[in-house]
């Protein structure tokens, strides 16, 4: 008991400070605050120093014979408490080796997890006391809330790697090399523990319909309407728990902040074996992926919002997101070549404090076990935003086979970050944006020659490819047209260009240029009979539709919603198109080696030569699967800038 009269003593003591340095209002540097109020300094638990020279490098290319040894801290809770509050010990060690440490690491959020949390004033602000080897540490609320919980559940006898505890935050040499093993740190763990955030009066019920769902089997699965409240069958397989209150539940945990964060993609990605919770509640992964899946190819986002989540905003659709983590974990288990792009793509709605952190926090995907970051990757928090992204673009024309990068730059409507070269994909923009099919590798647009690219200058992109067409006629985006329902101008296009062209189809392109010819099963063309699915979802029927025609469209609204970020278009030569919504008419359309599919590009001049800016990537009806290589066209070099 000796410990515990130690630390009232001490407790006490820091209070009596704390109260008079609250009326105190210059502000203290860090080592004098620790001396004064007895807080919590890293100077007590030291990681290995940092070798010569390594400080003075960061920023610059190095490789890993320069960085530092590999040594982290690690937390225990301790099952004793001081003057009521949790009390911890940390120790430092090294990662890896013959005497690896057992421990778990924990993937949570700093913030609010929830909207009603952010309403109620939870923020990322540490204002919450625990101990730390006899000294005072403040942690935010929801990292407090956890470390109560794990309290709770007895967990002593395990080492816990907690970022906002065992790294120095305001130390940005060591944030830097900490942030260059993370990937390393999460691999390395026994277990990662996700935290959701505390439980909330959604979270049983949500946790009752997941384990009616997780029962039934995948032909039973398929057969639910999550909308379908009245349904028998609905209620024959699941019971009580196909209820609006459910399914609204269920909402509002994937809608949780967890869901939506950068950082816990590689967390989730890297872990040998994981445990989910949500206060009490435990949550198995794999059963949250299925019925992930499950929503998002079962219930368009429309349904979604209107009648599952009522007036919630977009973030309850983060429903989908366990489905991009497990697609994800694939493709890096897999070897998958262009695994960081892909990431990329897949996360670009995820949310970072950092625009760093969209590029940072999936590095750890890249650099497995025997291979090194790129070395213009490495962490460093004070270059530009631009410059990394630049770089990143780089690293993955330069390591790949093909141009699929060039198809994500999206062109000025999606640009937050200044002095990126066009073709450089702004990954701050936290929008689902192009085709939304990851990879793209059902088109075949370019056939398949051989990739042409050389970077020069440092800005400059010089690729090889003809130019097909002139984009001579914008109608709205998908987007307006899924939140007004007027397609007004969209149907005047297609007459005028049935007018012109009687002898071609357009019925059939018009709808399947909407839908980028593909479904959710993935196949290339669409074989579904979804002939009139359109007309009936926009209520241009001239009779009522049979309940089959309702299913159709149903389903074809599920496909259509899944990439609204796209725009209408017809060309000079007659032929319809939809892609990046930036794109303007006098825009060219160009079919370039190594691309998957076509390019918009806008003419420009840099130092008197012919040079483009890349508006970014599109479908074009008929010329998806290297329809254009069977006319006589001459490759020539385009200059991207």
């Known amino acids: 008991m000796w410990c515990y009269s130690h630390s009232f003593s001490l407790w006490k003591s820091i209070t009596q400070t704390i109260k ?81 440490p057992e421990y778990d690491a924990l993937s949570y959020t700093w913030g609010p997890t929830t909207r009603e949390e952010t309403r ?52 940005k040499a060591e944030l830097n090399h900490q942030v260059s093993i993370m990937a390393d740190i999460y691999r390395s763990a026994d277990r990662v523990i996700v935290w959701l955030g505390a439980a909330d009066e959604f979270t049983e019920l949500a946790w009752e319909l997941i384990n009616s769902l997780r029962q039934l089997s995948e032909e039973d699965l398929l057969t639910i309407h999550p909308q379908a409240f009245e349904s028998k069958r609905n209620a024959e397989l699941i019971g ?28 989730l990605v890297l872990a040998k074996s994981t445990s989910v919770y949500c206060g009490s509640f435990d949550f198995v992964w794999d059963d949250m992926v299925s019925i992930s899946h499950f929503l998002a190819t079962k219930i368009s986002a429309n349904t979604f919002k209107a009648q599952i989540f009522d007036s919630l905003d977009g973030s309850s659709l983060s429903y989908k997101n366990p489905t991009k983590l497990a697609e994800i974990k694939k493709s890096h288990r897999d070897g998958t070549r262009d695994v960081l792009l892909y990431s990329l793509i897949r996360c670009r709605t995820y949310e970072a404090s950092n625009d760093h952190d969209k590029v940072y926090s999936l590095l750890g995907l890249v650099n497995r076990q025997g291979q090194d970051y790129p070395a213009c990757l490495y962490p460093d928090y004070s270059s530009d935003v631009a410059t990394l992204y630049t770089n990143v673009a780089k690293y993955i024309i330069e390591s790949s086979d093909n141009l699929h990068i060039l198809a994500h730059a999206e062109g000025d409507r999606f640009r937050h970050v200044t002095g990126l070269p066009t073709w450089v994909p702004d990954w701050s923009v936290k929008k689902d944006l192009g085709l939304r099919i990851t990879g793209y590798a059902r088109y075949e647009a370019a056939g398949t020659l051989e990739c042409f690219k050389e970077i020069r200058d440092g800005d400059v992109l010089a690729l090889q490819g003809f130019e097909l067409d002139t984009v001579s006629r914008i109608g709205e985006t998908k987007e307006e047209v899924n939140q007004s329902k007027d397609c007004a101008d969209w149907l005047d296009l297609r007459r005028e260009l049935e007018e012109e062209y009687p002898e071609r189809d357009f019925g059939d392109a018009f709808w399947r240029t909407l839908l980028i010819d593909t479904d959710p099963s993935s196949k290339v063309p669409i074989t579904r009979p979804w002939e009139n699915a359109f007309d009936v979802w926009m209520n241009l029927c001239a009779n009522e539709p049979s309940e089959e025609e309702k299913q159709r469209a149903t389903a074809f609204e599920t496909s259509f919603t899944h990439s609204l970020s796209l725009r209408l278009f017809r060309t000079a030569n007659g032929h319809l198109g939809c892609g990046t919504s930036s794109c303007r008419e006098g825009d060219l359309i160009w079919i370039v080696k190594g691309s998957r599919v076509p390019l918009i590009l806008r003419p420009t001049q840099r130092k008197n030569l012919q040079t483009y800016n890349l508006v970014g990537g599109t479908y074009l009806h008929g010329f998806m699967q290297g329809e254009a290589l069977e006319g006589k066209h001459e490759f020539r070099e385009v200059v991207l800038v």
């Not at 919980?149 to 305001?170: K, P």
């Open 240 to 267: 009580h728990a196909n209820s609006l209150e459910h399914w609204r539940a269920l909402a509002s945990l994937f809608g949780r902040t967890w869901f939506t964060r950068a950082w816990v993609v590689q967390e």
């Open 20 to 100: 008079g340095d609250a009326r105190s209002k210059k502000k203290q540097t860090e080592a004098q605050s620790d001396e004064k109020l007895g807080q919590f300094s890293y100077s007590i638990v030291p990681i290995r120093p940092l070798r010569h020279g390594f400080r003075r490098s960061l920023g610059k290319r190095y490789s890993s014979f320069q960085t530092p040894r590999r040594f982290i801290r690690l937390l225990r809770i301790l099952p004793t408490r001081s003057d009521g509050l949790l009390e911890c010990h940390i120790r430092a060690v090294k990662l890896g080796g013959v005497h690896a």
């Open 120 to 171: 109620d004033g939870m923020s990322n602000e540490k204002n919450r006391t625990i101990v730390c080897n006899n000294k005072q540490l403040l942690v935010t609320e929801n990292l407090f809330n956890c470390l109560t919980q794990l309290e709770e559940d007895g967990h002593y006898d395990r080492d816990l790697w907690i970022d906002a505890i065992c790294v120095n935050q305001n130390d």
